[in-house]
């Protein structure tokens, strides 16, 4: 790891050079709404590296909401069929992106690409993305990341990782292309003392959070161990359940989630023509477990509600993906109209634990 310094007025200029050769993405905020949201950048001056944790998770990114994955033809004449893999795939560079994303996309790594079989899709898509993140110098107020290990900082899986020291960023490599492209700026060299003040930020961020993090305390390591062993009472689900309206809004906003559905299109524009899409899908949806033949293992939507926070706190997933699933950002909290985002989950778990 190489480490540079660079002023905070010039820090524009890496997405400035990022935008040469990439597609940018970063946090920007709506001007009508104040929202933050990740978005790809027109203007790169307006990706803010101050702005709040986005409501939507960057994944989209990497793994779009909707997407063609090849296209087939069959001509009926001929008795013979084309299918190609069909799939645009940009560079990109993702800038100013939180440790809890970055936690959640190391999570889509693993499930799509460190398994049996790897996905050459979202393979595609990595091959050619720039990271840069973005050390969380204070929590936010939904913000949990550290009790699911996955902030304030980044520790790997960057290309180049940001944290703002006062009126200079501490720059740090991660990666060789990212200390290619660092080499690249003519930046000051950063030493030992710079890395402890690095220190000094993170840890008082993380004394912060008792104060300012106060719409989420999910403090998770007895629930995971109850969720592991099947040691939830049945009546706690059938309370989780009775709250969801299986609108799978916890899934979209998740930066781990990868369920998806598949689907093939006909193309109107071309006789014999289709397209096979791929989306995004949730586990909340009845008809996301039920099987061809009409017959659902899962149609009770407590069963459903049992999956989907098994997946965020079983230590089987963690094997798989070698850290929890949740990755502590919050978002399932601010946008579940049933109260059941999972620092509320985690909590009517743990007062079963304690009568």
């Known amino acids: 790891m190489t480490m540079f310094l660079i002023k905070k007025s010039d820090v524009g200029k890496i997405a400035e050079e990022l935008a040469r050769d990439h597609q940018v993405y970063g946090p920007m905020i709506e001007k009508g709404s104040g929202q933050t ?5 027109d203007d790169v001056s307006e990706i803010s590296l101050s702005a709040p944790i986005p409501s939507n998770p960057p994944k989209s990114v990497v793994f779009p909401q ?3 994955v090849l296209a087939y033809e069959y001509d009926r004449p001929k008795n013979s069929v084309k299918i190609e893999p069909d799939y645009k795939v940009e560079p990109k560079a993702l800038v100013g992106l939180r440790p809890c994303d970055l936690a959640g996309m190391l999570c889509l790594d693993r499930f799509f690409m460190g398994q049996e079989f790897v996905d050459e899709v979202y393979l595609a898509h990595r091959k050619k993305m720039f990271i840069v993140t973005n050390t969380c110098v204070a929590p936010f107020k939904q913000c949990f990341c550290v009790c699911t290990d996955s902030g304030p900082a980044a520790s790997e899986g960057y290309d180049l990782n940001l944290t703002d020291l006062g009126d200079e960023f501490l720059v740090e490599t991660g990666s060789e292309k990212g200390a290619v492209f660092a ?12 890395l402890a003040r690095k220190k000094k930020i993170v840890d008082k961020s993380i004394s912060l959070f008792e104060d300012i993090a106060v719409d989420s305390k999910a403090w998770i390591s007895r629930v ?6 099947g040691f939830v009472k049945e009546e706690v689900w059938e309370y989780i359940g009775d709250q969801c309206f299986e609108c799978g809004a916890c899934s979209f906003v998740c930066p781990s989630c990868s369920c998806f559905n598949i689907a093939d299109v006909t193309n109107p524009e071309c006789e014999g023509c289709a397209d096979r899409l791929r989306s995004w899908d949730s586990c909340s ?7 061809a033949g009409g017959h ?5 939507v407590e069963d459903r509600r049992n999956k989907r926070f098994f997946c965020k706190l079983s230590y089987s997933q963690m094997k798989k993906y070698l850290r929890p699933g949740c990755v502590g950002c919050g978002r399932c909290a601010w946008v579940c109209p049933g109260d059941i985002g999972l620092p509320n989950v985690v909590t009517y778990v743990r007062r079963e634990i304690t009568r």
């Open 37 to 41: 949201f990740f978005d790809r950048a």
């Open 66 to 68: 909707m997407e063609r």
């Open 183 to 194: 080499a690249g700026l003519g930046l000051a060299a950063a030493d030992d003392s710079h």
């Open 224 to 229: 995971m161990n109850r969720v592991t062993t």
């Open 285 to 291: 949806y009845e008809g996301y477990s039920r099987m």
């Open 296 to 300: 659902n293992p899962r149609k009770p």
